[in-house]
């Protein structure tokens, strides 16, 4: 790369920094000069536009996955968009100046990166970044990557297929608004039902859901039909596997105890989901969704980790601009 571009790169930036496990509102900071992560060959320094929250990285910060995480300190976001400003020597599909997303942590549990997106700056394996569709926002952007390749990969792992039918318990989430879709819009579902409060049905009728099932109102595994699959984004296996056909599959993302007949998976991040998706996010088949109070300002960013942890959200919590 040109060296007149790499002169205008920081050595330090404003991030977020937790150095104890807790409750945002008790151990995240924002710290002015954390150093610019160093790139590895096989990455790219993005400078963020936009970054997601996720459940994990609240998980994270109260600590349920010490055992296998990075050491602390540690800037937490899994989701970036943003703009490439430096590429190590063995990339081979980015270029300076390429605008592009992801999620950061290949395995989401196990060591994940210690300088996450909520910073001006963040190193990004090649491998998990593809380039932003035209048409959407950095915002928008920014809201996919882990919630819309966990949906994909547990739709992948149930083997999932044209003319089947699905339940989606937490419809209205980050991840259960793209199962709805990817199943009726991208694997041509038979019959999508799915489980959200009150206020939120119309949402899952929007997003391709035919049966959208409230449940403040009814129990779902009491409805007179089962289902192919049962896709649980909320941690109900053992409700779930009673809504099932004989003979068909439950799965689960909420790290736990999983009932008999269910499994579970932690999704591996990879830019090559994205990139098989990118038709569908282009033509609008399938749609971001943003939960009404985002974004967050990136000085808000301790308000948006403490609605996100009411587990209220509709879509995605995202904070931007940055700074």
């Keep these: 790369m040109a060296a007149a571009s790499s002169d205008s790169i920081p050595s330090v930036n404003k991030a ?32 963020v536009v936009a970054a997601a929250l996720n459940p994990v990285d609240y998980k994270r910060m109260f600590g349920y996955f010490k055992a296998t995480d990075s050491p602390l300190p540690t800037v937490p976001g899994y989701d970036v968009a943003g703009v490439v400003v430096k590429v190590g020597s ?83 989430g980050g991840v259960g608004t793209h199962v709805v879709q990817l199943a009726k819009h991208v694997f041509g579902a038979s019959k999508v039902a799915a489980t959200a409060s009150t206020r939120k049905l119309e949402l899952l009728r929007s997003l391709g859901a035919d049966l959208a099932v409230d449940y403040t109102k009814e129990k779902y595994e009491e409805l007179p ?39 579970i998976f932690i999704l591996t991040s990879t830019g090559t989901i994205l990139e098989k998706l990118k038709p569908y996010l282009e033509s609008g088949k399938v749609k971001p969704v943003l939960d009404p109070t985002s974004p967050y300002p990136f000085s808000k960013t301790v308000e948006a980790f403490a609605y996100l942890e009411t587990s209220r959200a509709t879509g995605k919590v995202v904070v931007h601009p940055i700074p």
């Design 225 to 263: 039909e089962k289902f192919d699959v049962v896709y649980d984004t909320v941690g109900e296996s053992d409700r779930a596997v009673k809504a099932v056909k004989e003979g068909g599959k439950v799965v689960t993302i909420v790290p736990g105890p999983v009932a008999a007949g269910a499994f």
């Design 90 to 172: 063995q990339v081979t599909k980015f270029k300076v100046g390429d605008e592009v997303y992801g999620d950061l942590n290949e395995k989401a549990l196990e060591n994940p990166t210690r300088f996450g997106s909520l910073a001006e700056y963040t190193a990004a394996a090649e491998r998990v970044l593809a380039l932003k569709p035209q048409n959407l926002s950095f915002i928008e952007a920014a809201s996919l990557p882990l919630a819309i390749e966990t949906a994909y990969e547990g739709l992948e792992r149930t083997e999932f297929s044209a003319g089947k039918s699905i339940l989606v318990l937490g419809g209205a």
């Design 16 to 47: 977020w920094v937790y150095s104890e496990y807790g409750k945002a509102a008790d151990v995240l900071k924002l710290d002015p000069n954390v150093p610019v992560p160093e790139i590895k060959e096989d990455q790219v320094l993005i400078k």
